[in-house]
């Protein structure tokens, strides 16, 4: 059996990884990607081209290092909700607007007429919302929305009709009848630019004879339908079994769990990605390592982490975040920090701010489990904050299962593992 490649594109980077048949790491590499254009209009976009040169690029140092091993598969994943037009050849007709860009909050309301109560297109940074907005631009009737991971795919097999339920999920989609819904088939939205959706891990294309030339790879290897950047990510981490819960610890908190059904609650910002038979649930809190960025230096943290005591807990009760607002566990747009009384020892401080973490997490999957999810049996942790074995300690005793830390969660790994597992 031959290597599987997963390709990974971020938001400031491109990486890929292959695995072998024991899903073992034969090589990874990563190049960065340019800074998105921004505005303070909340406006964020790149050129989709620049994300083709990267992964080309990457696949060519990748065939270089493997030497004469044999490729059988490439899976892709994108950041959610990035997208694009182009026209039927695949040639992008607008910028790629980012995840995180807001302008097409001029959507919103037409898609508050359409759309059921709940939907995960009813944001501005919706893939849907984006459409709508760029569609409005154009001077053709002809196009075909596409997000990052589909154009990617486009261009290794020429086939520019392929997405993923992962990624098509806040374009519309629906995961549960796996079929574009009724309401889609609005006036407004022109349901021939819509991609073919396949489940995640589904070998869907062959590598076009133009992408062999262009990556150095072989024609006719075959492409799998992939999924986001986030749930690759979960993937990697080795949870497969119901109750396999991921917590990534990076600027925010985000908690995600395996599930066997699905569970959508707009109040809490909560919906679920399809794997197979399961489900993914997941929501964000607010809160995360970007409050402590805002208190410490970099520098400063394997001090204070060093200095923290687990068998003396501050009992301070925060509630940490930036800035007012929070969305899950606790509905309230106007929720204000709780970081107050402030001790005067910086390490009480930050070991007061990382339990109060810890409790929001706690809180997190308890909301989850009241609406229908599993208990966790164990949690991987990822992002930044997971190498703070303190705090895992903390969260273990908090949580009461196993909080291990991830030995693989570079979201290209993911990836691999739904090519290597194709079907």
Not at 204 to 217: I, N, R, Y
Not at 328 to 356: K, T, V, Y
């Amino acid at each position: 059996m031959g290597l599987c490649i997963g390709i990974d594109l971020g938001t400031s980077g491109c990486r890929v990884i292959a695995i072998d048949e024991r899903a073992d790491v034969v090589s990874t590499l990563t190049r960065p990607l340019p800074d998105s254009v921004s505005s303070a209009k909340g406006e964020q976009q790149q050129n989709p081209q620049d994300w083709w040169q990267a992964v080309t690029g990457l696949l060519q140092e990748t065939v270089a290092k493997i030497g004469n091993k044999p490729v059988d598969a490439i899976a892709v994943d994108g950041t959610s909700s990035t997208l694009l037009l182009t026209d039927h050849q695949g040639t992008p007709l607008t910028p790629a607007l980012m995840y995180n860009d807001s302008r097409s909050r001029d959507s919103l309301e037409l898609l508050k007429q359409i759309a059921p109560e709940g939907s995960p297109v009813l944001s501005a940074s919706s893939s849907l919302a984006k459409l709508l907005h760029l569609s409005r631009k154009l001077q053709t009737e002809h196009y075909y929305a596409l997000h990052q991971a589909d154009w990617i795919v486009g261009r290794l097999t020429g086939n520019y009709r392929i997405s993923d339920e992962n990624n098509a999920l806040k374009m519309g989609y629906d995961p549960i009848s796996r079929q574009w819904p009724e309401w889609v088939n609005s006036h407004d939205i022109d349901t021939n630019c819509l991609p073919q959706v396949h489940p995640c891990s589904t070998s869907v294309a062959k590598l076009s004879k133009e992408a062999a030339q262009a990556t150095s790879l072989k024609s006719g290897i075959t492409v799998v339908a992939g999924t986001t950047d986030s749930n690759a990510a979960c993937l990697a981490t080795g949870a497969n079994e119901i109750g396999d819960a991921v917590t990534s610890l990076g600027s925010t908190l985000v908690l995600k769990i395996l599930s066997d059904k699905p569970i959508f609650d707009s109040r809490y910002g909560i919906y679920s990605h399809r794997l197979g038979d399961r489900w993914l649930v997941g929501g964000a809190s607010n809160s995360g390592g970007a409050v402590l960025r805002h208190y410490f230096r970099p520098n400063e943290l394997p001090g204070l982490t060093a200095a923290m005591q687990l068998d003396r807990l501050t009992g301070l009760n925060y509630y940490p975040l930036v800035s007012a607002g929070e969305r899950f566990p606790i509905n309230d747009p106007d929720l204000a920090p709780r970081l107050s009384p402030r001790p005067e020892s910086d390490s009480i401080f930050f070991q007061a701010i990382l339990e109060g973490i810890a409790k929001i997490e706690q809180q997190g999957y308890q909301r989850l489990q009241e609406l229908g999810a599993p208990s966790p049996k164990r949690v991987f942790s990822i992002g930044g904050g997971a190498v703070n074995e303190p705090w895992r300690q903390m969260r273990e005793q908090r949580l009461e299962v196993p909080v291990l830390s991830a030995v693989q969660q570079e979201a290209a790994y993911g990836a691999a593992l739904l090519a290597l597992n194709r079907v």
